[in-house]
C-alpha cells in the first residue's frame, strides 16, 4: 500500500495515525491500550483522564453523562492529539523548543502519532474524534473535515457479551465509574463495526491474541506501520498525558 511521504533532516516520515482503543466500560481499554502500545509505540492519552471533574463527579455518584457533558471531552482528546503530533512533527525539524537539532541516521523510516482510550460510544462522538463532525455551533477550528486528513483516526473496539461486561464490574475497585453506568453506557453504545477504519478485538481473547488481532488488523487498513522501537525513539516519541498536561 502506497501512502504519502516527507523527508525531515535525512527521515522518511510517514502519515501520522490517531489510535483510539474503544469500548464501554469494564472492556479494559486501558490495559489492551497499554499492550498495544508496547508495539506502536506512540504518545498515549488516558482519555478518562481528560474527563473535566464535573463529570467524574456525575459518574462517581452513577449520573450518566449527557451529550453536552462528552462533547468538550471528545474536542479535548482530539485537540491533544493533534498538538502532540504537531509537537512530534515540530521536534523532527529542529524547532522544539531549546531543542538543538540531534543527529540522524539517514533515510530512517518512522511514523508519528498518538495512542488513545475513550468509550466512544456513537458514532458521532466518533467523528468528533475523527475530526469529520462539523455540526456543533461556532465549530473551533481544529474540528473541521480538513483535520482528519492530516490526522486520521483509526478506533479498536473491544466487543463484549454483556455478562462477561457484568462479571468484570463487579469485581472492579478504586475506579470512578459505578456499575450501574453500564446499563447506560450498552443503551448508547452505536457498534462501531462495518464503520472505516475499525478493528474488532474479542474481550474473551488474551491480552497478546487482542494485541496481535489489533496489530494485523490495523495493518490490513494502513499498511506498513514503520514503527519505531522504543530504544530508538526521541524524546516526542515518550509523550504521555494525564489530566490538562503532557509528561
Known amino acids: 500500500m502506497s501512502e504519502e511521504t ?44 481528560l474527563h473535566p471533574k464535573a463529570n467524574i463527579d456525575k459518574m462517581a455518584q452513577g ?11 471528545l474536542e479535548l482528546i482530539r485537540t491533544t492529539a493533534e498538538n502532540i503530533v504537531a509537537e512530534q512533527e515540530a521536534m523532527a525539524m529542529g524547532q522544539g523548543e531549546g531543542e538543538e537539532e540531534a543527529e540522524v541516521e539517514p533515510r530512517t523510516m518512522a511514523r508519528y502519532g498518538v495512542m488513545a482510550t475513550c468509550s466512544s460510544l456513537k458514532r458521532y462522538y466518533r467523528d468528533i474524534l475523527r475530526g469529520t463532525y462539523n455540526s456543533f455551533p461556532n465549530m473551533p477550528e481544529h474540528l473541521h473535515a480538513t483535520s482528519s486528513d492530516k490526522l486520521p483516526t483509526y478506533f479498536v473496539y473491544i466487543k463484549a457479551e454483556e455478562q462477561l461486561l457484568r462479571d468484570r464490574m463487579a469485581k472492579r475497585e478504586g475506579h470512578f465509574m459505578k456499575s450501574s453506568m453500564l446499563d447506560s453506557q450498552l443503551a448508547t453504545l452505536e457498534s462501531p463495526e462495518g464503520e472505516k477504519n475499525v478493528v474488532v478485538i474479542p474481550l474473551d481473547a488474551t491480552t497478546e491474541e487482542q494485541v496481535q488481532i489489533a496489530i494485523e488488523g490495523l495493518e490490513r487498513l494502513i499498511g506498513d506501520l ?19 498536561h503532557i509528561l
Not at 449520573?63 to 471531552?73: K, N
Not at 514503520?226 to 515518550?238: A, C, I, T
Open 6 to 49: 516527507s523527508v525531515v533532516n535525512g527521515n522518511t516520515h510517514f502519515h501520522p495515525i490517531f489510535v483510539v482503543v474503544m469500548g464501554v466500560a469494564s472492556t479494559g481499554k486501558s490495559t489492551i491500550a497499554k499492550a498495544l502500545d508496547e508495539k506502536l509505540s506512540l504518545p498515549y492519552i488516558e482519555g478518562d483522564d
Open 63 to 73: 449520573i450518566p453523562l449527557t451529550d453536552s457533558d462528552r462533547e468538550p471531552w
Open 226 to 244: 514503520h514503527l519505531v522501537p522504543k530504544e530508538s525513539q526521541g524524546e516526542s516519541q515518550k509523550l504521555e498525558v494525564r489530566g490538562e
